[in-house]
């Protein structure tokens, strides 16, 4: 540490002295919150450039074999699903939060306080999305409501690692998105079943195109409401 070269009409300063004093423990938790808001929002903006190219606007049935026979749900997403996903609470609505997200034009202001379970929320997003992508074993059942973190679903889709939750749109004959949890469904479910069949298209498009078919599965025994409207291999 030196004084600086300095003449009469500047105050003399320390050099190096940044280096000998400590930082406040306070400026520390500052300087981590500021850190982690940084990395959240970097995922954030991952996870919005995945939805919007493999989910929004996109139905996506999952067909699968309960004791009672074959099963099937239909899910919409949409872009004002996308907050519910994050677990981030603001005064944003959902649809800005959604296009700032797309845009990379969200703040750490944005984020609000920001609770542990978001991070966990975002990571089980990638899970799910290369679950789907690369056809891994997937699962559904119904959500044990007095398990885990406390947001209410009808309907869970997922991994042992991960699980995506559905509610029942009232308005709609579709189930939408409203969860995600970094959790084993087989935990999470009442009781879960394997998926043997997910079929993807766009909102405005008629017919199915096959995602993940599950070896053995023959799409003949499907329904004929069902089959009419998955496209042929």
């Given at each position: 540490?030196?004084?600086?070269?300095?003449?009469?009409?500047q105050?003399?300063?320390?050099?190096?002295?940044?280096?000998?004093?400590?930082?406040?423990?306070?400026?520390?938790?500052?300087?981590?919150?500021?850190?982690?808001?940084?990395?959240?929002?970097?995922?954030?903006?991952?996870?919005?450039?995945?939805?919007?190219?493999?989910?929004?606007?996109?139905?996506?049935?999952?067909?699968?074999?309960?004791?009672?026979?074959?099963?099937?749900?239909?899910?919409?997403?949409?872009?004002?699903?996308?907050?519910?996903?994050?677990?981030?609470?603001?005064?944003?609505?959902?649809?800005?939060?959604?296009?700032?997200?797309?845009?990379?034009?969200?703040?750490?202001?944005?984020?609000?306080?920001?609770?542990?379970?978001?991070?966990?929320?975002?990571?089980?997003?990638?899970?799910?999305?290369?679950?789907?992508?690369?056809?891994?074993?997937?699962?559904?059942?119904?959500k044990?409501?007095?398990?885990?973190?406390?947001?209410?679903?009808?309907?869970?889709?997922?991994?042992?690692?991960?699980?995506?939750?559905?509610?029942?749109?009232?308005?709609?004959?579709?189930?939408v998105?409203?969860?995600?949890l970094?959790?084993?469904?087989?935990?999470?479910?009442?009781?879960?079943?394997?998926?043997?069949?997910?079929?993807?298209?766009?909102?405005?498009?008629?017919?199915?195109?096959?995602?993940?078919c599950?070896?053995?599965f023959?799409?003949?025994?499907?329904?004929?409401?069902?089959?009419?409207?998955?496209?042929?291999?």
């Open positions: 540490m030196r004084l600086a070269d300095s003449d009469n009409n105050p003399l300063k320390l050099e190096g002295v940044e280096d000998i004093l400590p930082l406040h423990p306070f400026s520390w938790r500052v300087i981590l919150r500021m850190m982690r808001k940084d990395k959240i929002l970097s995922m954030i903006f991952s996870m919005a450039q995945d939805y919007s190219l493999y989910f929004e606007n996109k139905n996506m049935l999952f067909v699968y074999s309960d004791s009672n026979g074959l099963q099937n749900i239909e899910s919409l997403f949409l872009g004002h699903h996308f907050r519910h996903l994050t677990g981030i609470k603001t005064t944003l609505r959902p649809n800005d939060f959604y296009k700032r997200a797309l845009a990379k034009r969200l703040s750490e202001n944005d984020l609000g306080q920001v609770e542990s379970v978001v991070e966990l929320k975002l990571e089980a997003f990638l899970l799910l999305k290369n679950a789907l992508e690369k056809g891994c074993s997937i699962s559904i059942g119904r044990n409501q007095g398990i885990g973190y406390r947001i209410y679903s009808d309907l869970l889709v997922g991994t042992t690692k991960a699980c995506l939750g559905f509610v029942e749109d009232s308005g709609s004959d579709f189930y998105p409203n969860t995600l970094k959790a084993d469904i087989r935990k999470e479910a009442q009781k879960s079943f394997p998926v043997l069949l997910v079929c993807i298209k766009n909102k405005k498009e008629p017919f199915y195109r096959v995602s993940f599950r070896e053995g023959d799409r003949s025994c499907l329904p004929d409401e069902i089959l009419s409207r998955v496209e042929a291999s």
